[in-house]
């Protein structure tokens, strides 16, 4: 018996060696479908709960130390825009921006919008169609309430996301925001030097265009400007507008990347390390018009017509550039549950670009996506955080100054909460199967309308 289960031993033993499953991981080639992979360990941190309404998080130095702090609105009940600061070792301790300021106060950019060399913060004021700003003292931790600046009143209705960028190349930040299915529409406000003297100047990018969401910056033509991305949940498109050099009375062009379903929040980066920019993207939170496995057309602007559901996507659009005029579209995952925001940063510090997921219910998750090396290849799926009623926004940036990035993220109603994860690097190394597949599909060029 000993020696039949030698001999059995050593036969697959050999059979072991001969496929390269008895090498370390530093010296044995992956199998087709499997890659050599280093965990990444996670700590949960608790930042704040027991909130309203909390939808709109940011990150940002704001009080000059050092280290990025984190700001936070509560847009019902108690109607309040916080921020957080940051002790350099990811402990927070809670200041008022502004309190009593009820229409739903929600997502913002942090930036320099008076240019007196700290941060500001720029956020949208959802029920009343307002873009306000507040004025960073350069003491934000005295306990005083920060000057209130109104960058609309009004003019905005649905008043969804906001972008803080230089549209007119004057040296000054503008803003550009998105109306929601309120106003359905994007404009940008004009900076003319003076931000804390009134309403700025409202431009219109496109107006009637169904349930803005997404609004963010990036010069996807690579002519020196800003151009901006956005999404249409309703009328189904993932669009970038590029800006004609003279914003204030040039006409942006609107250049489709994909007719898709209901794309909800994603933004700009350079996925595939090309030098261009691409963009990443959650599809299909809530989605409409939706026929089986087919995304109703709309013939009458052009918009064309997809065979294959694409809800509880994560994917990535590849800039073939502008002269080629077209996108390719790669999966990174077909199955979060309504996938509601994506973001990129090298969470493994490998030198290529993840991206960190939101899935809005069903049932409420947070995960990671670890780039292969090859972004159209397939990607690993991590799961960060399970069973978190109603996740919306996620963020990227390190935390606790450790030099690599973090997570935070809110949950809303059923949650109530502001999170923290802390990166604690690698742990051991194991072999994993890839958990999702891959496709890529050429879109080429769908013009504009």
Known sequence: MNKTLSNASTAIGSLLLLLGCVQSDEERIPLKGEKLQTELRFTEHLIMDGYGYPFGIAAADLDGDGD?????????????LYWFQNDGSGSFKRHLIQEKDPGRLERHRIGDIDGDGDPDVAIVKNKLGDLLWFENSGTPGDGKLWPRHIITQGKLPGAYDVELVDLDGDG???????????????SWFENDGTPTEGEWTKRPIEID??????IRAGDFDADGDADLLGTSRTANQVIWYQNPGNPASGEWVKHVIEATHAPIHGEPADIDGDGDLDVVMALGAWGSMHQGNQVKPDRENNRPEFTESYNHHIVW??????????????????????????????LDGDGDTDVVASGFSRPGRVLWYENSGDPSGPWTEHMVKDDWKNANQVL????????????????????????????????????????TGSRSTPLGSQGSN
């Open 396 to 435: 990227l940036a390190d935390l606790d100054g450790d030099s690599d990035l973090d997570i935070a993220a809110c949950a809303e109603r059923g949650s109530l909460e502001f999170r923290w994860w802390r990166n604690e690097g690698p742990a051991p190394e194991t072999l994993t199967s890839l958990l």
């Open 172 to 186: 000054d930040l503008d803003a550009a925001g998105s109306g929601w299915r309120l106003g359905n529409q994007f």
């Open 209 to 214: 265009v169904g349930e803005t969401r997404t």
């Open 68 to 80: 990025l702090d984190l700001t936070s609105a509560d847009g019902t009940g108690q109607h309040k």
């Open 317 to 346: 659009y590849e800039n073939d550039g502008i002269h080629k005029n077209g996108w390719t579209r790669h999966l990174i995952s077909d199955h979060l549950n309504e996938a509601f925001e994506a973001v990129v940063g090298d």
